[in-house]
C-alpha cells in the first residue's frame, strides 16, 4: 500500500507560480512511475505530466508544455510539480498518482494505469 499526500495549492493570480508536491509512504517508493492529473468542475480527470521511476522520462501534456516541470527525489519519497505562468484555465484539483513499474523506465499517460492516488489540491488561477 502506498499512501500519497499532496500540498502547495492554493491561489494565485495569472502569471504566477504554484510548486505542488506529492509525498509518498507505506511501501517503497521505488518502482512506482509518478503521475500528476488535474480535474475542473465538469470535466474529466486529465493527465498534465508523468515521470518515471528513475526520472529519465517524463511527459506533458501540450497545454502545459513548457510551463510545467516535473520531478522527483527518491531520497525523499516525493514529486513535485512545478507550475509557472498560470493561466485560468489551470484551475482544478491537482491529484498526484503512483503505478507500479519494475523497469523504472516508463510513465502512464491514463488513470486506469495508476494504482494509488492522492485526495487532490487546489489550484485557482484568477484572472
Known amino acids: 500500500q502506498v499512501q500519497l499526500v499532496e500540498s502547495g495549492g492554493g491561489l494565485v493570480q495569472a502569471g504566477g507560480s504554484l510548486r505542488l508536491s506529492c509525498a509518498a509512504s507505506?511501501?517503497?517508493?521505488?518502482?512506482?512511475?509518478m503521475g500528476w492529473f488535474r480535474q475542473a468542475p465538469g470535466k474529466e480527470r486529465e493527465v498534465v505530466a508523468a515521470i518515471s521511476w528513475s526520472g529519465g522520462n517524463t511527459y506533458y501534456a501540450d497545454s502545459v508544455k513548457g510551463r510545467f516541470t516535473i520531478s522527483k527525489d527518491n531520497a525523499k519519497n516525493t514529486v513535485y510539480l512545478q507550475m509557472n505562468s498560470l493561466k485560468p484555465e489551470d484551475t482544478a484539483v491537482y491529484y498526484c498518482?503512483?503505478?507500479?513499474?519494475?523497469?523504472?523506465?516508463?510513465?502512464?499517460?491514463?488513470?486506469?494505469?495508476?494504482?494509488?492516488w492522492g485526495q487532490g489540491t487546489q489550484v485557482t488561477v484568477s484572472s
Open positions: 507505506g511501501r517503497t517508493f521505488s518502482s512506482y512511475a
Open positions: 498518482a503512483a503505478g507500479r513499474d519494475n523497469s523504472g523506465s516508463y510513465y502512464y499517460t491514463d488513470t486506469y494505469e495508476y494504482d494509488y
